[in-house]
Nanobody, 117 residues
Framework: QAQLVESGGGLVQPGGSLRLSCAAS????????MGWYRQAPGKQRELVAS??????TNYADSVKGRFTVSRDNYKSTVLQMNSLKPEETAVYYC????????????WGQGTQVTVSS
């Protein structure tokens, strides 16, 4: 069974840091891109950061200089979030796009990040 699991969410004070991890398991192979998205209450899901199999990264303008996305191996990714702001409270989702019999995108269930004092 294919599975994509996020971890590392929680409560953090403004200005604090969190590290989110995501790992693919099961029948997910040949992963190309892995990315992080977030969705705050009442808002649409937005891209936070992504990384390709070749190591190219992309960041939302709002997080540049504060967040760093990396890839531990071909099936995992880490999002280091620094100087967190209250408005960044959201559910953070991991995704990956993989090649198999057909190219498809997988999504994790999300992990809650709450930035509050």
């Amino acid at each position: 069974q294919a599975q994509l699991v996020e971890s590392g969410g929680g409560l953090v004070q403004p200005g604090g840091s969190l590290r989110l991890s995501c790992a693919a398991s099961g029948s997910i192979f040949s992963i190309d891109r892995m990315g992080w998205y977030r969705q705050a209450p009442g808002k649409q899901r937005e891209l936070v950061a992504s990384i390709t199999s070749g190591g190219s990264t992309n960041y939302a303008d709002s997080v540049k200089g504060r967040f760093t996305v990396s890839r531990d191996n071909y099936k995992s990714t880490v999002l280091q979030m620094n100087s967190l702001k209250p408005e960044e409270t959201a559910v953070y989702y991991c995704s990956c796009t993989a090649d198999g019999p057909v190219r498809r995108t997988y999504w994790g269930q999300g992990t809650q990040v709450t930035v509050s004092s």
